[in-house]
């Protein structure tokens, strides 16, 4: 599959002029090199001579068109890692080194490398990552003890004074970048508008704007084995894409593609409700397919901006059809 616009072409050289930018002219490179599994800035692993291990990640040249909620997603992450560090510093992220603005440079941060392997190149290799994910949950509950001013994003991007209002502004951008991008959608967008509108009432029962990762898939989960060899939470990386809402929209990404209301025995959800108690409720119910309905329906409309197609990526394209399908289903029954 071809490169994302989104990601700029790096080289050694360039990765020493951000080091450079970062650090002071005294710091020096013993190795580096892209790391993947994002889509969206250009991410590289640094070794420095005098042995730390950090990370660079570069965000899109200006030029770049952006999905609403992408705009200054670097700044973003930058203010949510000094938030968990200041809020909630028993959640494991990245110690944030710096955070650079520059005309020709761009926007970028700098981080400390935190150790481990993802949780799904663990669970890829057969590990038991029960006790990681129960990790992985009561990290979550611990997150959202943090309560923000409002809800939704930050800066300019879409937000309320309430969850509802906060939520309905996000589909509304969604449905707008999808017209940009020229996404075909499975029923129009009016349609979904009024769908939204029509259950919007049970977002009401969402009182407090608790910190949402919103990322939470098993490539952003990081762990190293115990000395029991049971994978021990180190790290839940990339926190660009933060927001300001219900605590139950942050189990859809760590359950992707499937229902958290239907495993209530999976280890991350009786972990998270152990910590951070919650009835599955019909309300509850209907909030986690209104949360499933916007992270496919970003999944699908991010699509064209990272260069996805049906014919480099059928597999994706059919099954964010089929799931967002269901989704709207569910909503329309």
Request: proline share 8%; hydrophobic share 45%; net charge negative.
């Amino acid at each position: 599959m071809s490169v994302s616009p989104t990601q700029r072409v790096l080289d050694p050289d360039q990765v020493r002029r951000y080091l450079t930018a970062s650090l002071g002219p005294g710091v020096e490179v013993a190795d580096c090199g892209p790391l993947s599994g994002g889509g969206f800035a250009a991410v590289w692993q640094v070794r420095l001579t005098d042995g730390r291990d950090v990370v660079l990640k570069v965000g899109p040249p200006p030029h770049v068109p952006l999905l609403r909620y992408e705009r200054d997603m670097v700044g973003a992450e930058a203010h949510y890692l000094r938030l968990v560090a200041d809020r909630a510093p028993g959640v494991p992220t990245p110690v944030l080194l710096h955070h650079g603005t520059d005309p020709e440079l761009g926007d970028w941060l700098l981080m400390a490398r935190l150790p481990g392997r993802t949780l799904w190149d663990l669970s890829q290799a057969g590990a038991d990552v029960g006790p990681l994910r129960e990790e992985f949950g009561r990290a979550l509950a611990a997150l959202h003890a943090v309560t923000g001013e409002r809800y939704g994003y930050d800066g300019d991007r879409a937000h309320g004074a309430t969850w509802r209002d906060a939520y309905t502004a996000m589909v509304d951008d969604m449905l707008a970048d999808a017209a940009d991008w020229a996404v075909p959608l499975p029923v129009p967008a009016s349609r979904i508008r009024e769908l939204v509108a029509r259950h919007a009432a049970v977002l009401d029962a969402v009182r407090r704007p608790a910190l949402l990762h919103f990322d939470g898939w098993a490539g952003n989960v990081l762990a190293v084995d115990g000395p029991d060899g049971t994978p021990r939470l180190t790290g839940l990386v990339d926190g660009e894409r933060y927001l300001w809402g219900d605590p139950l929209m942050d189990l859809v990404s760590p359950l992707l593609f499937r229902r958290a209301e239907d495993e209530p025995d999976d280890p991350l959800v009786r972990a998270y409700r152990a910590a951070a108690p919650f009835p599955l409720d019909a309300g509850a119910r209907r909030r986690l397919g209104l949360y499933r309905l916007y992270l496919y329906l970003l999944m699908t409309v991010e699509m064209p901006s990272r260069n996805i197609t049906a014919d480099n990526d059928p597999g994706r394209v059919a099954l964010l059809a089929k799931l967002l399908d269901a989704e709207l289903a569910d909503l329309e029954g």
